[in-house]
C-alpha cells in the first residue's frame, strides 16, 4: 500500500531534549516537506526538499533540522525543543520533485513540550 | 514574503446548496494550485488542482476557476452535502523556488 509514515503518532516530552520525529515513504517521490499545524494559522511549511542531499528552509524552519539522506526518508529533528514548537506535525511527499504534483499525507504527529 | 490569502475563514451553508472559497496569491509566477480537505482529526487530502495554462477544471460536484490576470482562483462545490463539512486549504506553488505556500484554511459547515 501506498502510503507516507511518520512515528511517533503522539509524543510528549520536556523543554531541550533532543528528539526525532521519522517520515518514509515508499512511492519513490521525489518531493518531500513537512508541516506544522497550529489552530487559526492553517499548515506552515518548515523545512522541503526536492531530491537527495537538496533541502530548503520553508516558511518557519526556527528550531529545526531535516536531512535526506535516501529517497524514502525525511526526518525532522528537534535539536532542543521549546513549548512553542508544541504541534500537530505532518509528513509528504510528491512525485515531482518540483512540487507540482499532488501532496501525499501522513497521519500526522502531536508533540507536546513541557 | 510570498502569501496566499484565503477567505471566508468560516462558511456556513445550507445542505443543497453552493459554497464558494476565494484564494488570492501573490506570486505572479505560480503555476500550480491545489485545493486540499481536511476533515476533523485527518490528514489533508487533495481534491482538485489546476495549472496555469487552463482556466477551470470540473470533478463532479466539484470545480476550481482560475484568474491569473487578478492573480486569484477560487473553489466551487455545488449541491453540498453533509460529508463536505471539512476545513479546506488552496495553495500556490512559487515557480522560483518550487516551495508551496497555503492559506489559512476556510471551515466549511453544511447545515442540514
Known amino acids: 500500500e501506498a502510503q507516507v509514515t511518520q512515528n511517533p503518532r503522539y509524543l510528549i516530552t520536556v523543554t531541550g531534549k533532543k528528539l526525532t520525529v521519522t517520515c518514509s515513504q515508499n512511492?519513490?517521490?521525489?518531493?518531500m516537506s513537512w508541516y506544522r499545524q497550529d489552530p487559526g494559522l492553517g499548515l506552515r511549511q518548515i523545512y522541503y526538499?526536492?531530491?537527495?542531499?537538496?533541502?530548503d528552509k520553508g516558511d518557519v524552519p526556527e528550531g529545526y533540522k531535516v536531512s535526506r539522506k535516501e529517497k524514502r526518508n525525511f526526518p525532522l529533528i528537534l535539536e532542543s525543543p521549546s513549548p512553542n514548537q508544541t504541534s500537530l506535525y505532518f509528513c509528504?511527499?510528491?512525485?515531482?520533485?518540483?512540487?507540482?504534483?499532488?501532496?501525499?499525507f501522513g497521519d500526522g504527529t502531536r508533540l507536546s513540550i513541557l | 514574503g510570498e502569501n496566499v490569502e484565503q477567505h471566508p475563514s468560516t462558511l456556513s451553508v445550507q445542505e443543497g446548496d453552493s459554497a464558494v472559497i476565494k484564494c488570492t496569491y501573490s506570486d505572479s509566477a505560480s503555476n500550480y494550485f491545489p485545493w486540499y480537505k481536511q476533515e476533523l482529526g485527518k490528514r489533508p487530502q487533495l481534491i482538485i488542482d489546476?495549472?496555469?495554462n487552463v482556466g477551470e477544471k470540473k470533478d463532479q460536484r466539484i470545480a476550481v476557476t482560475l484568474n491569473k490576470t487578478a492573480k486569484h482562483f477560487s473553489l466551487h462545490i455545488t449541491e453540498t452535502q453533509p460529508e463536505d463539512s471539512a476545513v479546506y486549504f488552496c495553495a500556490a506553488l512559487m515557480d522560483s523556488n518550487y516551495q508551496l505556500i497555503w492559506g489559512a484554511g476556510t471551515k466549511l459547515i453544511i447545515k442540514p
Open positions: 489546476i495549472r496555469s
Open positions: 509528504a511527499s510528491s512525485l515531482s520533485g518540483m512540487g507540482s504534483q499532488p501532496q501525499h
Open positions: 512511492m519513490n517521490h521525489e518531493y
Open positions: 526538499s526536492m531530491n537527495v542531499e537538496v533541502t
